[in-house]
Nanobody
Framework: QVQLVESGGGLVQAGGSLRLSCAASGIIFSITAMAWYRQAPGKQRELVAI???????NYASSVKGRFTISRDNAKNTVYLQMNSLKPEDTAVYYC?????????WGQGTQVTVSS
């Protein structure tokens, strides 16, 4: 059974930092591409960052240079380091994996950036 469990969200002032974690189980983590998405109120869910099993990364233009996605295969965990946070980064952040054409999502973690 695949499980993705996020943690690390919270309330932070603009310019601050947060690190999100997503612990995965039930998958061969080391070869699985992992991603972070976010959904702000009234908006569609959008891709924030993705990291492949080979550690290639890609970012949404809105977060490039501020956010860093990384993974620790020994801990089956993917991280999202978020720096220089802006109020427009406020959203629920979701961990995502696609495994054998099936989509798996975490429960989400709220990030709120105050101005």
């Amino acid at each position: 059974q695949v499980q993705l469990v996020e943690s690390g969200g919270g309330l932070v002032q603009a310019g601050g930092s947060l690190r999100l974690s997503c612990a995965a189980s039930g998958i061969i983590f080391s070869i699985t591409a992992m991603a972070w998405y976010r959904q702000a109120p009234g908006k569609q869910r959008e891709l924030v960052a993705i990291i492949t099993g080979g550690n290639s990364t890609n970012y949404a233009s809105s977060v490039k240079g501020r956010f860093t996605i990384s993974r620790d295969n020994a801990k089956n965990t993917v991280y999202l380091q978020m720096n220089s946070l802006k109020p427009e980064d406020t959203a629920v952040y979701y961990c995502y994996a696609n495994i054998r054409l099936n989509d798996y999502w975490g429960q989400g973690t709220q990030v709120t950036v105050s101005s």
